[in-house]
């Protein structure tokens, strides 16, 4: 059974259809790449999914056997879907750790009247979350930087902040909006390198959307090509790279398909 | 550099604190501390003519020789400020004497202040009744208490106009206070309830159902109680029911207002109301007083503001002058009492008021509410430049509305 | 930079020391360091800074309270002297009318209050920046305006007479009495804010502040936890106004609860840090010194404290609190360079 299946997903905003019709299914255990043109409804979707967005009547999606269609964000949070974004939206003025600290906040399991009364078993409770945030901090290369305002990191390491916050969640599905913008070459494999390491250790099933089509080509197990708002092909890379409609809507019509395969080669 | 810099800075903060802090109590210097409601222009002015006043004292050599330093601190007729600045000045300026101040919601804080810190406290227009029935023995009213403007009213009503009054009630709470304040006076002095009485809406526009019903009524008297606009309007829809001028119209509290005559024009002649001073008093010592004031704070018509401040810093001034002061460093608690019972002796004032002032020792309000008198205005003519006259002086007993 | 050190450094690490014997010992320590203070500062100076310093207190519980909303939440309210004027006239009812003491009087005061805020909290759900400032700013105003119209409550007059607090034949009818109420409370209100903030759910306010729709996606109710945030400054802010009333001499007025007291609350909380956790303290002090200190200027005072605002807006956004944290992150910055953290709280 799919871990993350769509149905007729449909978003429109004014007559606009962003997203149309998709019927998307996420195998647990893989890394889903999702591409498209700008516009063609890949941040829509992850919008519809994580609740950021209500889909249009008649759209169905099902996360691990529960229905979370229109399910408020927190909610579908709590079920394990853990996302990025493509600003990252980090907590700039709150630290490094702070920054994990709130992604952990599902399985904190004191109330607010602790919080409030009994400071001591906060202070302990607290401590244990800490340690298992600096755990993770160590793995992302962070550790350093905890105390940190997130605001004073490179531009690399907030990408990774993002990365630590959505796991701080212990999602069982992670999905990264573009992970990649924005980074050297370098710093893209580093990248890449660690979200293998993460999904190795924690069993996580990966859902990606990318611009550099060389990290989906050479990450994903399954890629599904969106055009607008519609799926226009499905299947491992290199069905998807040898597809014409996927080329052409990538490339335009102009260019020869040989031309086009070494551009998505390089 | 940046260190000797930040040291200097703490340094020069924590001297000018000290600086602050430390008031030295010069021998031959009476303290007075003021608190009153400095925010608008009015206020402003009226705060300037209390200092400037007090400086002509010390000019003309002071008072026994001793020179008055004055204070004034602004309280924005908030209560919580008051206190504070009534806290300041007692206990940090080490006042002989406070005055204040003009809002009642003021006062009413203070009086439980300086009661408790034994330091006399002098009212320059607070009417509320209730400042003076705390039984402070160290607060005085210059002005009219609230409890005598009552029923000042109702007293030249019954005994002037007719027992046969029509009541038209407009819905604020001022006119509603008026309205029912008028009508207990009337049963409770004279024994008669309304002829006609009726609720109007707050910015009531017709009222030709009730001035028939009054015109057939056959009253002696209407009182309109309503704010200025509605009351003009019910003024002269009064004339147009063929109500004849023989009716008297009585106004509530806010009928003192401009609007009033410059609205309802010739239908103003003739509606009076209560205050504490007119400026249409003709006696020679108002003459002079309305000409001061609009010679140094350019003012034409002075109201009860200016006339109040003026009479307390005459009476302070009288009773200073028989208070036997030591105004040594050991003798701030026995001034206190002086000054408190110099004031207490001042008796049959004759200021710029209504009446004549007194005060005596007991601290009830029978002693400590100094004026009983409160003076009726009337319209002679209405329109822009509206001309009033003193139509009465009505004194009430002094347990009066207690 | 150096000075700032050598005063910081013991301090932080006598802190550390005192925590490390109970959680609660420098705590302890400050309360009982500041209950003498009202002997201290008659005996230097007055009573009247006795009365200072009570007013500071009050001003402290408003502002932690309101530091919590604005700073940490993120929420623009104008809504707190409101409030903090239904906490007053609560307790001042139910003392005046019921004859309730005020151990009973003043929990139903910050009770009120507290149910008052979720009211004034309703409309953050929907709303944001300056609309909610002034859906905030409306509710607030209401709250006065109904006091100043009803006679029940005070209209022109206010509530007079208002009993003092009495607990076994101690009554709290003077400055240096009542002090000991109002700096106990105030420790509490401060040390409690501290639990509220340092928890998980002080992590979801900071991110609900921070980024709204990041929150709400790493699992945070975001609207419950605007109200929550609002329910909790509202009970500050209760708690506040029914120890304003009760404190001799025992006066309440409507115009006590007006936008200027609102824009002193704000000012307090702007210079003192938002968002820092000492924020409102240090910007109650210094407000009520400088106030009191140029109170014979007061045509000036308004233009004073306006411009000021300004200023802060414009070079100093994070307040003085802004600039120590400033400090403390510049120092770990260089300690995380030079690849050691310090240990700094």
Sequence with gaps: MALLETTKLSKSFGGLRAVSDLDIAIEPGTIHGLIGPNGSGKSTFFNLVTGVYQSDPGSRIV?????????????????????????LRLFSDMTVLQNLMVGYHTHVSYSILTAIFDRGAVQRYDARTTEEMMDLLEFIGLADYAEMPASELSGGQRRLLALGRAMAMRPKLLMLDEPAAGLSPVNVEHFLAIVMKLKEKFGLTILIVEHILKVVMETCDTVTVLDYGEKIGEGTPNEVKDDHAVIEAYLGQEMDDDEVRAILRT | MTATKNRLIAAGLAASLVAGMATVAAAGEIRVGIT????????QKYGQMVMDEIDMINKAGGINGNTINATLLND?????????????????????????????????????????????QIIPHSTNAKITQKGSA??????????????????????????????????DAASQNDCEAMQSQMKSQHGVEPAYAAQVQEKEVDFRTHMQKIKTANVDGIMIAALAETMARALTQSYEAGIPASVRRIGSSSASNSPVPSIAGDAAKGVFFAAAYAAADRRPIARLFNEMVRKRYNINAPDHDFSQAY???????????????????????????????????????????????????APTPQCRDGNRTAVLIAYTKGGEN????????????????? | MTVATAIVRPFTQAVGKLSAVHRLAPWLLVYLLLLPLPYVLSGLFNDYYVYLANRICIFILLTVGLNIVKG????????????YAIGAVSSALVSLHLGAPFWVSFPIGVLVAGVAGIIVGLPSVRLEGAYLALATLGLGESVRIMIAVTPLFGSSTGLIGIPTPEIGGFVFD??????????????????????????????????????????????????????????????????????????????????????????TLLLMVVLGGIGHIWGGVIGAIIVTIIYDQTLEFYFYQPLLFGLSMVILVMFMPRGIGGVIDRYFVTRRFIGAREGKTDGAP
């Excluded at chain 2, 009213?141 to 019954?158: D, F, L, Q």
């Excluded at chain 2, 004032?349 to 007194?358: C, E, H, K, N, V």
């Excluded at chain 3, 409690?192 to 991110?207: E, H, K, W």
Aim: aromatic content about 10%.
């Design chain 1, 63 to 87: 996360f691990d056997g529960t229905e979370i269609t229109n399910m408020p964000s927190h909610e579908v949070g709590a079920l394990g879907i853990a996302r990025t974004f493509q600003l």
């Design chain 2, 36 to 43: 009153m409601r400095m925010i608008s222009e009015n206020g």
């Design chain 2, 76 to 120: 924005e007729c908030k209560s919580d400020k008051g206190v504070a600045n009534a806290t300041k000045l007692i206990f940090q300026e080490k006042v002989h004497l406070l005055i204040g101040s003009t809002c009642s919601s003021v006062s009413l804080p203070i009086v439980d202040v300086t009661a408790k810190a034994e330091v006399p």
């Design chain 2, 138 to 171: 160290w607060v005085f009213r210059v002005p009219v208490s609230g409890r005598y403007y009552a029923g000042v009213n109702a007293k030249y009503v019954g005994e002037n106009i007719g027992k046969k009054i029509a009541y038209l009630c407009a819905a």
């Design chain 2, 311 to 361: 009479d307390l810093i005459r009476i302070v001034e009288l009773a200073l002058g028989r208070a036997d002061l030591k105004l040594d460093s050991g003798s701030l608690a026995a001034d206190r009492t002086a000054i408190r019972d110099a004031i207490a002796s001042v008796e049959n004032y004759q200021g710029l008021a209504s009446g004549p002032i007194s005060f005596c020792a």
């Design chain 2, 386 to 402: 509206y001309v009033t006259e003193v139509l009465a002086r009505v004194t009430m007993p002094a347990d009066f509305g207690l």
């Design chain 3, 72 to 83: 940490f939440c993120g929420q623009v309210t104008i809504g707190h002297v409101g409030l």
């Design chain 3, 174 to 263: 003077s400055f240096e009495r009542y002090y000991y109420l109002l700096i106990t409370a105030t420790m509490i209100g401060i040390y409690l804010s501290f639990s509220i903030l340092r928890s998980a759910t002080g992590r979801a306010f900071m991110a609900i502040r921070e980024d709204t729709i990041a929150a709400s996606v790493h699992g945070i109710n975001v609207p419950q936890y605007k109200l929550l945030a609002f329910v909790i400054s509202a009970l500050y802010a209760g708690a506040a106004g029914a120890l304003f009333a009760h404190m001799p001499p025992g006066y309440i007025h409507h115009n006590n609860f007006t936008i200027i007291e609102m824009v």
